[in-house]
């Protein structure tokens, strides 16, 4: 009996798969050292979960949405009762603070839990017909077969956010992990097949071709929605290769969040907010803030409280006690970080602190100063721990600079107005809007961007409605 939850291979239709030769290497990001060597799925791997999740189908969607909550309480209980392992699997793989990968853990179990509760809600609707003879009904059905292509920096929960509504909908599944972190993946796919889902229902496909597995899924017509979150760029790739067979998509992509501060804010909750949202997973999430900006009047006050707060910040390896910002994922992410504080620097920036990479794995949590428009991280997200500080005078100036971006995911603002609350909240071109908050992530509400950051709502009452179709039925001469 395996001891812990380190899986090594793709998991599919019921078994851990025995074929092929070829391997990757997940390695802990925090110092290079190998955690696992793991089977290479690939594209043949891919197309074998495609025909299981198929097969499965036909089953899985005729069940009760009773008989599919029952088993998703159980995956649930699975999750919780793995916690330590679970996070521990994270924290080597992805490099965040072990606690934040507790946190995770909680975090992508509350999808499980609520959408096993949501699948027993998915009702359809009796319509006044316009003739006495015909009677009008409408129903809702699963789509079909989907693919959950998930990214690193969420392992468990980007995964759970889309499986969860997919599952309870009667959709089947393949899990596509980015090769950075298919640990905690695998994990999940043994604790799915403790909980009772049948062969075929959930797949776990790993493998480093990702543009390969990538697009034998949207060129797939057993595949009838792909739900990614990742990049706009890999985002806009997906839809492109996915126009073919008509496929629905989800995408959760990029962003580029202002925080903004009015002159009215509460200060101390606005450093706090600002904290947790910049600095959360080293500043590698969609939602984390991109861009702060301050009022004149208190700029010099929030400025020095955010440089002392982020004093007392503690980097090193996650599996440290009182870490508090873990590694970059890679040197790509470290050298991207490196390049915008470089440019802020040349272009007129103040490092109020840090600035610079440690042991090409890690980053200074770090404060810049009299940001202006023409610095590459203001239309560009860092997916650092830099925070960027702007000045602006007006609300209209304020709201102006929030907007001026393609992106619309996340976004925050303190102010202890209501008036200006109400105004701020509906003039951001955003998704989300946090007011007097700086962590909204959670599973009773619908998270999703609009503009390039992406479209489609995960979590909430709206999260399952992407994984149903509707379908209208007409009863005719009802006489
Ligand atoms: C993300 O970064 O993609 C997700 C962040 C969250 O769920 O809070």
């Known amino acids: 009996m395996k001891q812990d939850l380190i899986f090594d291979r793709s998991y599919v239709n019921g078994e851990w798969t025995t074929e092929g030769t070829a391997t ?6 925090a110092n290079g050292e190998k955690v696992a060597t793991v089977a ?9 979960a495609i025909s299981a999740a198929h097969k499965a189908f036909g089953s899985w969607s005729k069940k009760t949405a009773k008989y599919r909550s029952a088993i998703l309480e159980k995956f649930n209980d699975l999750i919780l009762e793995n916690t330590d392992e679970l996070a521990r699997i ?15 853990v909680a975090y992508g179990a509350s999808f499980i839990k609520w959408f096993a509760e949501e699948g027993k809600r998915v009702y359809g609707d009796v319509i006044p017909a316009p003739t006495e003879d015909r009677r009008i009904v409408v129903i809702k059905q699963p789509i079909g077969v989907i693919a959950a292509i998930t990214p690193w920096n969420f392992p468990l929960a980007m995964i759970t956010r889309k499986i969860g509504p997919a599952l309870a909908a009667g959709c089947t599944v393949i ?15 043994h604790l799915a097949e403790k909980a009772g889902f049948p062969a075929g229902v959930v797949n776990v496909v790993v493998g480093k071709d990702s543009a390969g597995m990538g697009k034998a899924i949207c060129e797939s017509d057993l595949v009838k929605k792909i739900s990614f979150t990742g990049s706009t760029r890999i985002g806009q790739v997906l839809m492109a290769q996915s126009v073919s067979t008509m496929k629905k998509l989800s995408l959760e992509l990029g962003g580029n969040a202002p925080f903004i501060v009015f002159e009215d804010a509460n200060i101390d909750k606005a450093i706090e907010g600002a904290m947790v949202s910049k600095y959360r997973n080293a500043g590698q999430t969609c939602v984390c803030v991109n861009r702060i900006l301050v009022h004149e009047k208190v700029y010099d006050e929030f400025t020095s409280k955010l440089t002392k707060a982020v004093s007392q910040l503690k980097v090193g390896n ?34 109020l602190i840090g600035g610079k990479a440690i042991d090409n794995c890690f980053f200074e949590p770090t404060v810049i100063g009299n940001a202006t428009k023409d610095m590459k991280f203001s239309s560009e997200e860092i997916f650092g721990p830099v925070a960027a500080i702007y000045k602006f005078s007006t609300d209209e100036e304020a709201i102006q600079m929030a907007n001026d971006t393609i992106y619309g995911l996340a976004s925050y603002f303190y102010s202890q107005n209501v008036a200006r609350c109400w105004k701020v909240a509906e003039a951001l071109e955003y998704g989300m809007v946090g007011i007097n ?18 479209h489609g709502r995960e979590g909430s009452k709206y999260g399952i409605e992407d994984y149903l179709e509707i379908k209208y039925m007409c009863f005719g001469n009802v006489i």
Do not use: H
């Open 437 to 454: 908050e700086g962590l909204i992530s959670t599973e009773v509400a619908p998270f999703g961007g609009v503009k390039y950051s992406g």
């Open 318 to 351: 996650g599996l440290d006690t009182g870490v508090n910002i873990g590694p970059m994922i890679n040197t790509a992410a470290v050298k991207k970080t490196t390049m915008f504080v470089e440019d802020a620097k040349q272009k007129g920036g103040d490092i």
């Open 175 to 189: 899990v596509r992990p980015t090769y950075e972190s298919p640990l905690t993946a695998l994990a999940l796919a």
């Open 40 to 48: 290479d799925g690939g594209v043949t791997i891919t197309e074998k």
């Open 24 to 29: 990757f290497e997940v390695t802990n990001p």
């Open 90 to 104: 994270m924290t080597l793989e992805c490099g965040k603070p072990l606690v934040e990968s507790k946190g995770e």
